[in-house]
């Protein structure tokens, strides 16, 4: 076992772990965030997308001693104190899910999309989550919430009808 500490979410986190636990285990097994998601845990899925220095990475194929010094979001991170951040109240508005199971990853990869591209277009937005499968097949909605968010985004902090 390893001492380990990781930053996740704007924490803190130390903790003993062994040099092959994946990030994936970590978050899930040892620190208890269990938004992150476990598919087929070998980088085809996903699920299990976080952001590490606000680029979207597979946790199951991330070592978590890799990310000792990095910066880790997780979907629990995205929350605004008890408020779903923006990808996550698009997505809940635009119904962009059905078993749900997919939809960490897919928020995560849109969350990362937008933080490397504020305005990104539909064909952006497209590849940006094409590394995350949808086996109920809700990419419509998916796509829609992802354009909704950007809007979000785009409009958050505007006041006073969008005069600064």
């Known amino acids: 076992m390893t001492r380990l500490t990781l930053l996740v979410n704007g924490r803190q986190c130390t903790l003993l772990a062994e040099p092959r ?19 087929c845990e070998r980088g085809e ?14 946790a199951c194929l991330t070592l978590a001693m890799e990310c000792e010094g990095s910066e880790i979001v997780t979907l629990e991170g995205l929350m605004e104190g008890e408020n779903l951040g923006a990808v996550q109240q698009a997505f809940l508005e ?10 960490p990853g897919q928020i995560m990869a849109v969350e990362g999309l937008l933080r490397k591209n504020p305005a990104p277009t539909p064909d952006e937005i497209r590849r940006g989550v094409s590394g995350n499968l949808c086996r109920c097949g809700a990419y419509t909605h998916i796509l829609q919430a992802a354009g909704h968010a950007v809007e ?3 409009g958050k902090g505007v006041k006073n009808g969008g005069k600064p």
């Open 21 to 39: 636990w994946t990030l994936l285990h970590v978050l899930r097994e040892q620190i208890g965030l269990t938004g992150t998601k476990t598919g």
């Open 94 to 103: 635009h119904d962009a899910f059905q078993c749900g199971y997919c939809t």
């Open 152 to 154: 979000q985004k785009a």
């Open 45 to 58: 899925c996903g699920a299990c997308t976080v952001l590490i220095d606000n680029v979207p990475r597979y």
